[in-house]
T-cell receptor, first 114, second 113 residues
Framework: EPEVTQTPSHQVTQMGQEVILRCVPI?????FYWYRQILGQKVEFLVSFYNNEISEKSEIFDDQFSVERPDGSNFTLKIRSTKLEDSAMYFC????????????FGPGTRLTVT | GDSVTQMEGPVTLSEEAFLTINCTYT??????LFWYVQYPGEGLQLLLK?????DKGSNKGFEATYRKETTSFHLEKGSVQVSDSAVYFCALTVTGGGNKLTFGTGTQLKVEL
């Protein structure tokens, strides 16, 4: 069964450093997403991406964040200068259709900023 | 804005017990409702969904009914198994509001023998 993969599973970085979280969505999917979950809090939407551009972003997704689909398979989330409050589990997801269709999630990357 | 509220966990049950996890929502438009499940070390998986009022979503013995009058989508299962131990997330997406999912905080379920 096709699945979304994410690397690394755990990333530790120092405050102010740049991190890139990587995702490989399901191959025939067209819509891509990033969500995050701070420990003990809700899973929060960050950004959605379609047709090589951001289709929607949340207030959390400020200028420190960017997304890219550098080739036909990877989908990345870059945090330019990490802050302590960026520590969270980051989930990538993809879907084949828009609307009330299943989003397939990866296992997540745990980012720890020290 | 849109929001989802679900009961706090952990919920600990004996095998074969009846499960209810409460979920209520507020939405700016007409929502579709989902339950996602996360097993240890894995990503969130869609468990079931309902896209309009009075629809019942069901899968693997779990079911939930979209109740517009009470803005609820409670998850139920008649007889839980140890293998059902996981974290359960209620979520919504609003028609015409893009594809973003709005999640509740998740409820951890532990099923013991």
């Amino acid at each position: 069964e096709p699945e979304v993969t994410q690397t690394p599973s755990h990333q530790v970085t120092q405050m102010g450093q740049e991190v890139i979280l990587r995702c490989v969505p399901i191959s025939n999917h067209l819509y891509f997403y990033w969500y995050r979950q701070i420990l003990g809090q809700k899973v929060e939407f960050l950004v959605s991406f379609y047709n090589n551009e951001i289709s929607e972003k949340s207030e959390i997704f400020d200028d420190q964040f960017s997304v890219e689909r550098p080739d036909g398979s990877n989908f990345t989330l870059k945090i330019r200068s990490t802050k302590l409050e960026d520590s969270a589990m980051y989930f990538c997801a993809s879907s084949s259709e828009s609307g009330a269709y299943e989003q397939y999630f990866g296992p997540g990357t745990r980012l720890t900023v020290t | 804005g849109d929001s989802v509220t679900q009961m706090e966990g952990p919920v600990t049950l004996s095998e074969e017990a009846f499960l209810t996890i409460n979920c209520t929502y507020t939405a700016t438009g007409y929502p579709s409702l989902f339950w996602y499940v996360q097993y240890p070390g894995e990503g969130l998986q869609l468990l079931l969904k309902a896209t309009k009022a009075d629809d019942k979503g069901s899968n693997k013995g779990f079911e939930a009914t979209y109740r517009k009058e009470t803005t609820s989508f409670h998850l139920e299962k008649g007889s839980v198994q140890v293998s059902d131990s996981a974290v359960y997330f209620c979520a919504l997406t609003v028609t015409g509001g893009g594809n973003k999912l709005t999640f509740g905080t998740g409820t951890q379920l532990k099923v013991e023998l």
